[in-house]
T-cell receptor
Framework: NAGVTQTPKFRILKIGQSMTLQCTQD?????MYWYRQDPGMGLKLIYY???????DKGEVPNGYNVSRSTTEDFPLRLELAAPSQTSVYFCASGKGLVSYNEQFFGPGTRLTVL | AQRVTQPEKLLSVFKGAPVELKCNYS??????LFWYVQYSRQRLQLLLRHISRESIKGFTADLNKGETSFHLKKPFAQEEDSAMYYC?????????????FGQGTILTVHP
């Protein structure tokens, strides 16, 4: 049971490039989330999903897109990378359908945009 | 909109001393509060949540609705408690478990 896995661990992008951050969970969780963490700041929610085919914006969605075609996978797409997207990205999942459920986090992807 | 504030970015104590990590929140409803922890080279994980009323690794946290606080306390800090601690708020209801995090506090316990 690997939990939540993220790839890649590190990536350097040039301005204007695009990439997809992968996130997979093997716990059959309904809810999945993408957060970003900037230095000295807390985690901020980018997008979330409550099930396959259902996604919605979080607090900071601009410049990102997501999809949820399966329960397991929740990729995050950056279309035109900008220096402001330099951050550590965390994917998380939760069982959902219960009150106040625990979130399980991936190890993170450190992205630098130059 | 809700907000979570952790006023201390850094907190240093000596082993065996009491430790308190502060967390204040603003939200008009009745939220659920959590403490998450990230140890060195490990992923972020749940430490404890208010609804469970439990003590984990000697840590406790009391929800004070009057002061809108959820401070994390431990009477005798250990070196292995050194980590980054995040306070988080879940509004509940139809929020789908979305969390609002504080800025985090780095706790260092010196030998």
């Amino acid at each position: 049971n690997a939990g939540v896995t993220q790839t890649p661990k590190f990536r350097i992008l040039k301005i204007g490039q695009s990439m997809t951050l992968q996130c997979t969970q093997d716990m059959n969780h309904n809810y999945m989330y993408w957060y970003r963490q900037d230095p000295g700041m807390g985690l901020k929610l980018i997008y979330y999903s409550v099930g396959a085919g259902i996604t919605d914006k979080g607090e900071v969605p601009n410049g990102y897109n997501v999809s949820r075609s399966t329960t397991e996978d929740f990729p995050l797409r950056l279309e035109l990378a900008a220096p402001s997207q330099t951050s550590v990205y965390f994917c998380a999942s939760g069982k959902g359908l219960v009150s106040y459920n625990e979130q399980f986090f991936g190890p993170g992807t450190r992205l630098t945009v130059l | 909109a809700q907000r979570v504030t952790q006023p201390e970015k850094l907190l240093s104590v000596f082993k065996g001393a009491p430790v308190e990590l502060k967390c204040n929140y603003s939200y008009s409803g009745s939220p659920e509060l959590f403490w998450y922890v990230q140890y060195s080279r490990q992923r972020l994980q749940l430490l404890l949540r208010h609804i469970s009323r439990e003590s984990i690794k000697g840590f406790t946290a009391d929800l004070n609705k009057g002061e809108t606080s959820f401070h994390l306390k431990k009477p005798f800090a250990q070196e292995e408690d050194s980590a980054m601690y995040y306070c988080a708020l879940d509004p509940g209801g139809t929020s789908y478990g979305k969390l609002t995090f504080g800025q985090g506090t780095i706790l260092t316990v010196h030998p």
